[in-house]
């Protein structure tokens, strides 16, 4: 069940004359109407966030059912001697084009 007329894209000929007939005709116009109704009436807020809630509630067990594999940083500790020195005196590092600073401007190489 189709809730309107499908008219060729982009003809604005076929656009009114399919208006006019909707204007000249109230059965078929009563008749759009009504199916429009039927197709669309379950497209309320209160009905969509009952969805939503179905997904959120379905992809909930879904994560209980099959939990993820936890994300451990082993050596973490070990590698933080490793990282670059900070070049704090650098006044070029804020970049005033794009209002950002540049991580490049401040590890030295």
């Known amino acids: 069940m189709k809730p309107g007329s499908a008219v060729p894209f982009a003809t604005p000929e076929a656009i009114a004359q399919k208006t006019l007939e909707l ?29 939503y809630m179905g997904s959120f509630e379905r992809a909930r067990s879904e994560r209980t059912r099959n939990p993820r594999v936890e994300f451990s940083i082993q050596g973490a500790a070990k590698s933080l001697d490793k990282l670059p020195a900070v070049k704090l005196e ?3 590092a804020i970049d005033r084009r794009y209002g950002y600073i540049s991580a490049r401007d401040f590890f030295c190489s």
């Open 23 to 51: 204007l000249d005709t109230p059965a078929i116009r009563h008749a759009m109407r009504k199916r429009a109704y039927l197709y669309a009436r379950d497209m309320v807020w209160k009905k969509a966030a009952q969805g």
């Open 90 to 92: 650098s006044p070029e």
